[in-house]
């Protein structure tokens, strides 16, 4: 049952539609609606339009605004089920921001492919992303070449504005298989989103504690792939720069392979660059550490 505000309310929420800021209007909006943020998300991904409540209170209190077109889409719904005018909250979004903007995450598309729908999902999650400040991670490969887990620590910086989750994409070899998250340190999983068919998982980490802009944060988590076909590559995508990339690939000792190489791209479609033979030896892990790095792709291929 909807819960109606007093006709001073009504009045206070005419003026913010017709003045804002965003988030404010927003705000008075649910407050009128009596509709909390789980139900709204519980509404928005009824009629198909995935939004995490991590989103929505983020729009709501300011922290961040919906840009994208995915984005756009779920504001013109939630403009329906709060009952006010159609295109109220979106004229809104018009209006200058007060502060410096933070630094603009390179496009999901730049960095996943567009005909696979995963920019799609990744789009669905609009909070204020932290940036890598340092990326550790070790992947083991089991004798059939087979990747098996992931282990991450990083350490994440919140930028100009606060931070409160981590967002991992990881993708598998067998359809139908995607990775799924073991366990978690410091931080905690929140929305969860899978393309089964395409081996594709997102998992959005929470962490113990929001972080102030400019305050650091370590976060570790472990992976477990569930791949029935070897494969020859791994990479990890950044949408932001990263200070320190330290990636680790333990093979099985009785599979090693016979070249191993790490390279970067700027995009999906670009070409490889600064490719490096990665040497290897008994018993040592295969790794390539690198500094002061761009957004984009960092990976390592191997053929046996």
Same mark, same amino acid.
């Given at each position: 049952?909807?819960?109606?505000?007093?006709?001073?309310?009504?009045?206070?929420?005419?003026?913010?539609?017709? %003045?804002?800021?965003? %988030?404010?209007?927003?705000?008075?909006?649910?407050?009128?609606?009596?509709?909390?943020?789980?139900?709204?998300?519980?509404?928005?991904?009824? @009629?198909?339009?995935?939004? @995490?409540?991590?989103?929505?209170?983020?729009?709501?209190?300011?922290? *961040?605004?919906?840009?994208?077109?995915? *984005?756009?889409?779920?504001?013109?719904?939630?403009? @329906?089920?709060?009952?006010?005018?159609?295109?109220?909250?979106?004229?809104?979004?018009?209006?200058?921001?007060?502060?410096?903007?933070?630094?603009?995450?390179?496009?999901?598309?730049?960095?996943?492919?567009?005909?696979?729908?995963?920019?799609?999902?990744?789009? *669905?999650?609009?909070?204020?992303?932290?940036?890598?400040?340092?990326? $550790?991670?070790?992947?083991?490969?089991?004798?059939?070449?087979?990747?098996? @887990?992931?282990?991450?620590?990083?350490?994440?910086?919140?930028?100009?504005?606060?931070?409160?989750?981590?967002?991992?994409?990881?993708?598998?070899?067998?359809?139908?298989?995607?990775?799924?998250? %073991?366990?978690?340190?410091?931080?905690?999983?929140?929305?969860?989103?899978?393309?089964?068919?395409?081996?594709?998982?997102?998992?959005?980490?929470?962490?113990?504690?929001?972080?102030?802009?400019?305050?650091?944060?370590?976060? %570790?988590?472990?992976?477990?792939?569930?791949?029935?076909?070897?494969?020859?590559?791994?990479?990890?995508?950044?949408?932001?720069?990263?200070?320190?990339?330290?990636?680790?690939?333990?093979?099985?000792?009785?599979?090693?392979?016979?070249?191993?190489?790490?390279?970067?791209?700027? *995009?999906?479609?670009?070409?490889?660059?600064?490719?490096?033979?990665?040497?290897?030896?008994?018993?040592?892990?295969? $790794?390539?550490?690198?500094?002061?790095?761009?957004?984009?792709?960092?990976?390592?291929?191997?053929?046996?």
């Amino acid at each position: 049952m909807r819960l109606f505000a007093p006709a001073a309310g009504r009045e206070v929420l005419v003026q913010a539609l017709a %003045e804002g800021p965003f %988030e404010r209007a927003l705000t008075l909006a649910i407050e009128r609606s009596g509709l909390g943020l789980a139900r709204l998300r519980e509404r928005l991904a009824a @009629s198909g339009v995935p939004v @995490s409540t991590t989103t929505l209170s983020s729009w709501r209190m300011g922290r *961040s605004r919906p840009e994208r077109p995915e *984005s756009l889409r779920a504001l013109a719904l939630l403009e @329906s089920v709060l009952d006010v005018p159609p295109g109220a909250l979106r004229a809104l979004l018009d209006q200058p921001r007060t502060g410096a903007p933070a630094p603009r995450a390179a496009r999901w598309d730049r960095l996943w492919e567009n005909r696979s729908l995963l920019p799609m999902v990744l789009n *669905s999650f609009e909070d204020p992303s932290p940036e890598s400040v340092s990326v $550790h991670e070790t992947l083991h490969v089991d004798a059939g070449g087979r990747m098996r @887990s992931l282990h991450v620590r990083e350490v994440l910086r919140a930028r100009d504005e606060p931070a409160f989750a981590r967002i991992v994409a990881l993708r598998g070899y067998t359809p139908g298989r995607s990775p799924e998250l %073991e366990s978690a340190r410091y931080c905690r999983p929140g929305c969860v989103r899978t393309r089964p068919e395409q081996a594709f998982s997102v998992t959005e980490l929470v962490l113990d504690h929001p972080l102030a802009p400019g305050e650091t944060a370590i976060v %570790e988590y472990r992976c477990a792939f569930r791949d029935e076909e070897p494969d020859s590559r791994y990479d990890r995508r950044f949408r932001l720069p990263v200070a320190e990339h330290l990636m680790e690939v333990r093979f099985d000792p009785a599979a090693l392979p016979a070249e191993c190489v790490a390279y970067r791209q700027d *995009s999906l479609t670009g070409p490889e660059l600064e490719t490096a033979e990665v040497r290897l030896r008994p018993g040592e892990p295969a $790794h390539v550490i690198r500094t002061g790095q761009g957004p984009g792709i960092h990976g390592m291929r191997w053929q046996w």
